[in-house]
């Protein structure tokens, strides 16, 4: 069985917004209800822990309500970075395995979760092949980078907890930051972590353009394998 950190403490400055990107609405419904639906329906989750601003905790009990959310909700406050949420909602599970995922990342289908929880590791993430050229550097090019050699890191993500457990007090400790934890423990573990074909339309909502193309991705991808 596994515990779902469902992250929801972003502030969502960049979409330019008056309030989180996360509670704008998709397709008529909040973003953060598309990935709590579908969570709600896998067998092997028994409990979901929302990580994200104390203000929000009502609002998102109502929604559930709303959205007859049946499985048990916990409530973690949110930490100032995406890592320190991961670790306060690590801290607050029950189950041995836990997948996270981003409540701003509406467009991870059933059969995304699914597929990664029959993954044949433990540790597994969901990612695609690059299909542009990559360089590294910032103002000059400092490198070339073979694309065939890279992934794009998506979500959910599933994990044992107590090795990612001991990976984030180990980078807490010394003070290293990462972006997402399949890098972050295998920076500190170098166990075995699969990589599941994901979707190029499991995409972030981070800029407004990305509320747009949103819109046309629910109706295009989701609304027609319903």
């Known amino acids: 069985m596994y515990s779902a950190i469902l992250l929801s403490g972003g502030k969502g400055k960049r979409v330019r917004k008056e309030i989180p990107k996360q509670y704008l609405l998709l397709a008529g419904k909040p973003i953060i209800m598309h990935s709590l639906e579908r969570i709600d329906k896998l067998s092997e989750v028994e409990e979901i822990i929302i990580v994200c601003e104390k203000k929000y905790e009502q609002e998102i009990s109502q929604m559930a309500k709303q959205y007859m959310i049946e499985k048990p909700l916990k409530f973690v406050q949110?930490?100032?970075?995406?890592?320190?949420?991961?670790?306060?909602?690590?801290?607050k599970t029950k189950s041995d395995n836990v997948l996270i995922h981003e409540a701003a990342r509406p467009f991870a289908v059933l059969d995304d979760y699914r597929n990664l929880?029959?993954?044949?590791?433990?540790?597994?993430?969901?990612?695609?092949?690059?299909?542009?050229?990559?360089?590294?550097?910032?103002?000059?090019?400092k490198d070339i980078l073979n694309?065939?050699?890279?992934?794009?890191?998506?979500?959910?993500?599933?994990?044992?907890?107590?090795?990612?457990?001991?990976?984030?007090?180990?980078?807490?400790?010394?003070?290293?930051?990462?972006?997402?934890?399949?890098?972050?423990?295998?920076?500190?573990?170098?166990?075995?972590?699969?990589?599941?074909?994901?979707?190029?339309?499991?995409?972030?909502?981070?800029?407004?353009?990305?509320?747009?193309?949103?819109?046309?991705?629910?109706?295009?991808?989701?609304?027609?394998?319903?």
């Not at 949103?214 to 319903?226: F, H, S, T, V």
């Open 78 to 91: 949110n930490g100032e970075t995406r890592q320190e949420s991961v670790y306060q909602g690590l801290l």
């Open 117 to 141: 929880i029959k993954a044949e590791k433990s540790n597994a993430i969901l990612g695609c092949s690059i299909p542009y050229t990559v360089l590294k550097g910032q103002k000059y090019v």
């Open 147 to 226: 694309r065939a050699e890279l992934v794009n890191v998506q979500l959910p993500q599933k994990f044992i907890k107590s090795p990612l457990l001991e990976a984030h007090k180990k980078a807490r400790k010394e003070c290293v930051k990462f972006t997402e934890d399949a890098s972050l423990l295998f920076y500190y573990d170098k166990t075995d972590i699969e990589i599941v074909n994901g979707s190029s339309f499991n995409i972030k909502i981070t800029e407004p353009m990305d509320l747009i193309m949103g819109e046309k991705i629910y109706y295009e991808y989701i609304a027609r394998r319903k």
